[in-house]
């Protein structure tokens, strides 16, 4: 009868063994996991800052290449107005310096040439078929 009551003991052994094996495994699994995340997020943030220093470098290469937006060309062309404007309010003021009205008027933008039509809307004359 000794062996019977060693089965439950073996038995209780065996499942707290299988438990803390267990708790074990979900440990080592989570600190794996945490591991895997931080060298995850040390990734994003060296491709991140890869990113913004090719961003800075590709602006710093090109930056001085690239044509004028509308409104850096507004801001040009009104500083060209007012340094006309006092150009001329110099050039007034200068002995011998024709009368305003003598003065060559500013030339007028040249007009853009109009767009050729399509002759989508025209109707084509139709050859007549022989037989």
Avoid at 34 to 50: F, I, Q, S
Avoid at 76 to 92: Q, V
Wanted: glycine share 6%; hydrophobic share 30%.
């Amino acid at each position: 009868m000794a062996e019977r009551r060693d089965i439950p003991d073996a038995l209780r052994e065996a499942v707290e063994r299988t438990v803390q094996a267990t708790v074990d495994t979900r440990v080592r699994a989570q600190d794996a996991v945490d591991d895997l995340g931080g060298t995850v997020d040390d990734l994003v943030r060296n491709a991140e800052k890869g990113l913004r220093t090719g961003r800075r470098s590709v602006r710093a290469a090109v930056g001085e290449r690239l044509p004028a937006s509308q409104d850096e060309m507004r801001a040009l062309r009104a500083g060209l107005r007012e340094i006309s404007r006092r150009l001329d309010s110099i050039e007034a003021r200068l002995p011998g310096a024709p009368e305003a009205d003598e003065r060559p008027k500013p030339r007028a933008k040249p007009k853009p040439k109009p767009k050729p039509r399509s002759p989508a809307g025209k109707a084509s004359p139709k050859k007549p078929q022989s037989k």
